[in-house]
């Protein structure tokens, strides 16, 4: 068997594909529907309504998504430069502990100044965390995959001491809770009495700027050409690691971004399950688009339907809802595949 | 501080050490193999889920413990050829696919683990492998009972990796499958099929890391839980390069860390609580990364690893 380049095919040709793997990954997870005793169409049917059949349901998943968004771009900006970030969680988490430190009233200002405040602190300290592991892959060679992972451990368990430590809400009845923040360190809701809150409009202008400076900047050029071939990107004199240090720092500081958004706009205080693993669902979210920023937000749009969906349908059918998490990563599969076949002829012989 | 000196001459500590290496030797020899073919498997923590979760279900439905082993390892080498059969004929990036693995091998156990059990709240037992004593042996002083009054699935372990050792050094298989790693041309010039190589390394090294998941369920404890691998798996990643990629090397790194992560239970109990327990619980991931730093400089990686081979190609 071998793998031979295709020319580049037409952008109806090239658009079918992430369809197909779509297509293949429903097949693929109706057999465990059938094996669960449901039908399948009327599951993935009980799932689309649940995740936009009604305006509650589509608004649940715009909020769902809105996490998905800052880990998808976040994972998609490392990716590009091949520096291989797997600790979105625990950039999502620093992020959130920096809100509630920042945002519980130590800092007595006005929303306008204190949001803002609070976005780049919280993005400051998710690049730091990313910088480490960043510093070690160019200085002294330590594989940037497993420090990430391991990070993801460490941070969440920092976060437990500090949850039972200093942050802990005197208030919260011995949970391992911190205190809410304060109103004005709060993301308004987009609309009155509903979850979504602008956290999402956030996370659609960052997708946008993140946009921006993959396709029309100096840097974008070189994270691409860095990703495509570091030696050749340092033999044409693009200083490689530097270069990956910016990655890192735009990647953590997305991440870290997730964070503050869902304990400013949703949750309110930091809790150990702030995220159900929004860092590792960011890798599917991030692969699905094929590390487009822009195809970033309509995948987390997707990816977090499929939660949302499942949830709903799991009540009503009876098929544990962990379907999701099988649906996603078997997404994540058939896409690299299909990304794969768009580009490559497979010859047998 | 004397006590937490004498605790490193107590037998019950060395028990729980070499207990507690098990499962990590399994899964380090597994990785290492395929690491040595030239293939970074990045499923492991999700492959050591699924076979936690199948060896146990085998011994929950009615086998016999070791059909439960088999059975784990059966599951781990089916994961193996879906990663080999991405990574190695169609050459898709190595970490994708292996995150991908661990996503799905993880989800699937969870979804099958409700499925068959839908109403269980708390997790029913099976009778697991019992301590084996071997006679005379297990009578020296500490070490007696830390080396050989241990379960079968721990002497297994041992056997593992003086078996891929031998394999490795000194037979043609294991030449072939060094060289996959370091100069797949090499091997192909010889007239074997490096894509074959890879994915039986794959595939093998997968079986291993699910007999180390199914240690859990059916040596150390006995019922399934959410969440048990709780990153064991990255940290075998990281014995690996600990060990450059040699068998012995690795074994000696699964203990030293094992070592630790007993100790730091009973430093945590000595403390009385001064010290947040979070720390004691952080040490074994932090020192993995400091093992990492300190090892990374001379590791000599093979060279192959993670590059995509194409038959034909130089």
């Given at each position: 068997m071998r793998l031979?380049?295709?020319?580049?095919?037409?952008?109806?040709?090239?658009?079918?594909?992430?369809?197909?793997?779509?297509?293949?990954?429903?097949?693929?997870?109706?057999?465990?529907?059938?094996?669960?005793?449901?039908?399948?169409?009327?599951?993935?049917?009980?799932?689309?309504?649940?995740?936009?059949?009604?305006?509650?349901?589509?608004?649940?998943?715009?909020?769902?998504?809105?996490?998905l968004i800052f880990t998808g771009l976040a994972v998609a900006v490392a990716f590009r430069a091949k520096l291989w970030n797997i600790g979105a969680e625990a950039?999502?988490?620093?992020?959130g502990v920096v809100t509630v430190v920042l945002g519980t009233g130590a800092l007595p200002l006005p929303s306008f100044l204190l949001i803002p405040i609070i976005m780049l602190a919280a993005m400051a300290a998710g690049a730091l965390l990313l910088l480490g592991p960043a510093v070690l892959k160019t200085r002294f060679g330590v594989d940037e995959v497993v420090t990430t992972l391991l990070l993801n451990f460490i941070v969440l368990l920092f976060v437990s001491m500090l949850l039972e430590?200093?942050?802990?809400?005197?208030?919260?009845?011995?949970?391992?809770?911190?205190?809410?923040?304060?109103?004005?360190?709060?993301?308004?809701?987009?609309?009155?009495?509903?979850?979504?809150?602008?956290?999402?409009?956030?996370?659609?202008?960052?997708?946008?700027?993140?946009?921006?400076?993959?396709?029309?900047?100096?840097?974008?050029?070189?994270?691409?050409?860095?990703?495509?071939?570091?030696?050749?990107?340092?033999?044409?004199?693009?200083?490689?690691?530097?270069?990956?240090?910016?990655?890192?720092?735009?990647?953590?500081?997305?991440?870290?971004?997730?964070?503050?958004?869902?304990?400013?706009?949703?949750?309110?205080?930091?809790?150990?399950?702030?995220?159900?693993?929004?860092?590792?669902?960011?890798?599917?979210?991030?692969?699905?688009?094929?590390?487009?920023?822009?195809?970033?937000?309509?995948?987390?749009?997707?990816?977090?339907?499929?939660?949302?969906?499942?949830?709903?349908?799991?009540r009503t059918a009876g098929v544990p809802s962990y379907i999701a998490d099988v649906m996603v990563a078997t997404a994540l599969l058939t896409m690299v595949t299909a990304i794969l076949m768009s580009r490559f002829k497979v010859r047998w012989k | 501080m004397e006590q937490a000196f004498e605790i490193l001459f107590t037998a019950s500590f060395w028990v729980a050490a070499i207990r507690i290496a098990s499962p990590l030797i399994f899964a380090t020899m597994g990785e290492l193999i395929c690491e040595r073919a030239g293939v970074l498997n990045l499923g492991i923590e999700g492959i050591m889920t699924a076979g936690a979760f199948a060896g146990w279900f085998t011994v929950y439905a009615g086998g016999d413990l070791w059909s439960g082993v088999l059975v784990a390892a059966l599951a781990g080498a089916m994961f193996g050829l879906l990663h080999a059969t991405l990574t190695v004929p169609l050459g898709l990036s190595q970490h994708v696919v292996g995150i991908g693995i661990t996503l799905l091998a993880s989800s699937l156990t969870y979804f099958i683990y409700r499925l068959a059990l839908p109403e269980v709240t708390s997790p029913p037992k099976i009778a697991p492998f019992e301590a084996l004593a071997i006679p005379g042996l297990s009578s020296i002083p500490v070490v007696g009972p830390a080396l050989f009054n241990q379960t079968p699935l721990t002497y297994l372990a041992f056997a593992t990796v003086a078996i891929v050792a031998w394999v490795l050094y000194r037979t043609p298989?294991?030449?072939?499958?060094?060289?996959?790693?370091?100069?797949?041309?090499?091997?192909?010039?010889?007239?074997i099929s490096v894509t074959g190589i890879r994915m039986g390394a794959v595939m093998a090294g997968s079986a291993l890391m699910a007999v180390?998941?199914?240690?859990?369920?059916?040596?150390?404890?006995?019922?399934?839980?959410?969440?048990?691998?709780?990153?064991?798996?990255?940290?075998?990643?990281?014995?690996?390069?600990?060990?450059?990629?040699?068998p012995g090397k690795a074994l000696l790194g699964a203990i030293l860390f094992a070592a630790f992560d007993a100790y730091q239970v009973r430093l945590q109990q000595l403390s009385g609580g001064v010290v947040p327990y979070q720390?004691?619980?952080m040490m074994p991931y932090a020192l993995s990364i400091l093992a990492l730093i300190l090892v990374a400089r001379r590791a000599t990686y093979p060279k192959a690893l993670m590059i995509p081979y194409q038959k034909g190609e130089r």
């Open positions: 031979e380049p295709k020319s580049a095919p037409p952008l109806g040709v090239t658009l079918l594909f992430p369809v197909a793997a779509i297509a293949a990954t429903l097949v693929i997870t109706s057999l465990l529907v059938l094996a669960a005793g449901a039908s399948p169409f009327s599951v993935f049917y009980l799932v689309a309504r649940g995740a936009a059949g009604t305006q509650f349901a589509a608004l649940e998943t715009l909020t769902r998504a809105t996490p950039q999502l988490y620093i992020g430590g200093p942050l802990k809400d005197p208030m919260g009845l011995g949970w391992p809770q911190s205190s809410r923040v304060v109103a004005e360190a709060q993301l308004p809701r987009i609309i009155q009495g509903k979850r979504l809150h602008y956290g999402f409009v956030i996370a659609l202008c960052a997708a946008a700027i993140v946009w921006v400076i993959m396709k029309k900047t100096v840097l974008g050029y070189e994270m691409r050409a860095v990703g495509h071939n570091a030696q050749a990107a340092s033999f044409a004199g693009i200083p490689v690691n530097r270069v990956l240090m910016k990655t890192a720092l735009l990647s953590g500081g997305l991440a870290a971004l997730a964070g503050f958004s869902e304990v400013s706009g949703l949750k309110g205080n930091l809790t150990l399950d702030l995220s159900p693993g929004y860092g590792y669902s960011g890798i599917v979210v991030a692969m699905l688009a094929m590390l487009n920023p822009l195809g970033v937000v309509a995948s987390a749009i997707f990816v977090a339907g499929i939660f949302v969906g499942a949830d709903a349908m799991s | 298989l294991g030449l072939a499958i060094r060289a996959a790693g370091e100069n797949p041309a090499a091997v192909e010039a010889q007239g180390g998941g199914a240690f859990l369920t059916m040596s150390a404890f006995n019922s399934f839980f959410f969440q048990m691998i709780n990153g064991r798996g990255w940290i075998c990643i990281a014995l690996v390069v600990f060990g450059s990629w040699r720390v004691f619980l």
